[in-house]
């Protein structure tokens, strides 16, 4: 103890001699300093324990200065000995490179994962397909997560990092850095020791070929994610056959042939300088197979399609400007629902929602399609007539299509569809009894081998189904003759309807004529229910909106009895949100949505009545001994 007493003394003396000697050495220094300062220094140098912690202040800043140099200069120099490919989220090598790493075989290093379910078709393939009891599961990807990890590729060791970059700390609210900190998008780099930057381009390179393999024969669909401005989710999937959506007689064949000659006219469209994009509107109530056609159709042409939810939270004007003009190439673009979006940024606006895409942004966007030349523009909805004419108007719209309720061919061709025996669209053989389960995947076919007996047998056994199969199909359109003549466009009735119907009964064909009353008087009891709660709200919207407005008048009187007294009155938030809603002239109102919904119901139920009168003919004709007449079977509207 008494030694480490003396040793303090001692080194706290010297400390204190080397300053009076730093003092002393600069006496050129003391006749510069102001007397008080020279007389601060003494105090410190004479005083043991003040001299002592400036002399550690002084070690600790010079710790500080060494340790940051030595950290800078270390990744600097070990980065000298690699080479590194960076890569930012919402590019699409990045997509490839997350795949491609995702592919890989983890090694130990990597100890903190991503793992994200999927569903995509690729399981067929990958011999990752989990089933228990025949029922599915997704696949199950682990990714590396944030942070660095170690693979290897072809021997060689491949260091990956995920890092989102640091967030600037200039954000000034929480919530600003928040939205901030979810857009700042995530790098991805590969590095490898060498320098040899050729092997990570050819990483790139077998990324991007593998991808583009995996896609092949697919439909890639591409989507995004709240706050982000990039397509950042994408999905393949097996593409939906073209002749499985059924729409009015002659309309696909149109639609086809219009696109195809759309997208082989890029030199016309240059020669006369009008932008070289195509939009389609489709129409009509839900479940008519707006979307299933699109997604048909990209399958068709070989083209990917990006969804744009319009409604979805977080999106405003000009990410969806940065989305449509950053679409992958060769993709449909589609707008579902484009209605229901500015609907909601109405209601999302009321409870300060975060959804701000203007209409007015939803315009811009679309004329700024530039960056992809021959880009084709799908929108739906189910309310045309809310749709502000602006949007509609050629060069944004330039098709606008009805996909309407079922008309007598489309309904022929759902039950051909679904009862057909090899039906090319399902694959399915209906002609035998369908058990859901004897249906299985193509990779759970196995090719075996078969003795000249068991080929013999069973190509005899074939030729007997063949005869079946003709017999059999020659009954089913007998059926859809029958069906035609008692469903019909007058029925209102969606393909989604149908396909729901005819999917009950698939097992029995024969039983759907029987089953058939019984399914429109579920349809009818449905439509009225719907139609009752239709009403119930627009009561309800009515008296709210009048309850709002009698409010807005009593401020709106308050303030200007104020302003004659007056008193200085600011004007309020509201009244400008009026303003801005008024000069959004564009824009539809809440009470148009409800004339629409009363038109139809109003529509429904005026055919519902035609029904019953026809029914009430027919029976007057059956009571004076005329022919037989079905009810419903009045031709199409
Ligand atoms: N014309 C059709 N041909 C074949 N299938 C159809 C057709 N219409 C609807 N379907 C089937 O009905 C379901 C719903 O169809 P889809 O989503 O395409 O309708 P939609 O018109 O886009 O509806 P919404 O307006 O509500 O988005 C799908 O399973 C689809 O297979």
Redesign the pocket.
């Known amino acids: 103890m008494e030694w480490l007493v003396s040793k303090t003394g001692s080194f706290l003396n010297s400390t204190a001699a080397v300053f009076d000697h730093v003092i002393q050495v600069s006496t050129g220094l003391e006749a510069t300093l102001s007397p008080a300062a020279i007389r601060v220094v003494k105090t410190i140098m004479g005083n043991d324990v003040l001299s002592a912690g400036f002399f550690l202040m002084i070690l600790g800043s010079f710790y500080t200065f060494f340790r940051d140099l030595i950290v800078q200069y270390y990744y600097e120099v070990v980065s000298w000995f690699y080479v590194s490919v960076e890569v930012e989220e919402g590019d699409d090598c990045y997509r490839w490179l997350s795949d491609w790493v995702a592919e890989r075989p983890l090694t130990t290093s990597v100890r903190h994962l991503t793992v994200k379910a999927t569903w995509d078709d690729e399981r067929e393939e990958g011999g990752y397909y989990q089933s228990t009891r025949g029922d599915e599961r997704p696949r199950l990807v682990f990714i590396p997560g944030k942070g660095r990890h170690i693979l290897y590729h072809k021997g060689y060791k491949i260091n990956v990092s995920r890092e989102r970059p640091e967030q600037a700390a200039s954000a000034d609210s929480e919530q600003s850095r928040l939205l901030a900190s979810i857009q700042k998008k995530q790098c991805l780099t590969i590095s490898t020791f060498g320098w040899d930057i050729s092997r990570l381009k050819t990483i790139v390179l077998d990324a991007m070929e593998e991808s583009y393999k995996k896609k092949q024969g697919k439909t890639t669909i591409y989507t995004t994610q709240p706050y982000d401005s990039y397509w950042s989710n994408s999905s393949t999937r097996v593409p939906?056959a073209f002749h499985?959506?059924?729409?009015s007689d002659g309309l696909k064949a149109e639609l086809l042939e219009d696109i195809m000659t759309f997208r082989g006219s890029s030199q016309w469209y240059h020669d006369r300088g009008v932008p070289y994009r195509r939009g389609y509107l489709?129409h009509?109530?839900?479940?008519?197979?707006?979307?299933?056609?699109?997604?048909a159709l990209a399958g068709h042409l070989d083209m990917s399609v990006c969804i744009v939810n319009l409604g979805i939270s977080g999106l405003n004007d000009q990410q969806l400007d940065q989305l449509l003009n950053n679409a992958p190439r060769n993709s449909i673009l589609l707008m579902?629902?484009v209605d229901a979006a500015l609907v909601k940024r109405k209601a999302g606006k009321a409870q300060g929602g975060t959804n701000n895409v203007t209409l007015s942004g939803i315009l811009n966007a679309l004329d700024g399609i530039t960056a992809q030349e021959g880009s084709v523009v799908f929108m739906?909805?189910?309310h045309i007539r809310k749709l502000a004419p602006a949007l509609i108007r050629p060069g944004r719209c330039d098709r606008k299509l009805l996909?309407d309720y079922?008309d007598e061919h489309?309904i022929r061709?759902?039950f051909l569809?679904f009862f057909l025996s090899r039906s090319a669209e399902t694959g399915l053989a209906v002609n035998e009894p369908v058990d859901p389960r004897s249906y299985t995947r193509k990779t759970d076919n196995k090719t075996t081998s078969t003795s000249p007996s068991e080929a013999a047998a069973q190509k005899e056994a074939l030729l007997k189904t063949q005869g079946r199969k003709e017999e059999f199909d020659a009954m089913i359109h007998r059926l859809a003759d029958e069906i035609t003549t008692k469903l019909s466009y007058k029925d209102t009735i969606?393909?989604?309807q149908?396909?729901g119907f005819f999917m009950l009964h698939r097992d029995n064909p024969d039983t759907i004529l029987d089953k058939i009353p019984e399914f429109l008087e579920e349809l009818r009891r449905e439509r009225e229910a719907l139609s009752k709660k239709k009403s119930q709200r627009k009561e309800r919207m009515a008296k709210k909106k009048s309850k709002e407005e009698a409010k807005e008048k009593k401020a709106k009187e308050d303030k200007e009895r104020r302003r004659a007294a007056g008193e200085e009155v600011e004007s309020s938030a509201d009244e400008e949100e009026e303003e801005d809603d008024e000069n959004d002239s564009d824009s539809f109102s809440d009470s148009d949505y409800y004339d629409e919904v009363t038109s139809i119901s109003q529509t429904l139920k005026g055919l519902d009545k035609d029904m019953k009168e026809e029914k009430k003919e027919v029976k007057e004709e059956k009571a004076n001994g005329f022919a037989h007449a079905e009810p419903g079977a009045a031709p199409a509207v």
């Open positions: 939906r499985s959506v059924i729409l489709l009509g109530p839900p479940g008519t197979g707006k979307t299933s056609f699109i997604i579902e629902d739906t909805t189910n996909f079922a489309q061709g759902m569809k969606t393909t989604a149908l396909q």
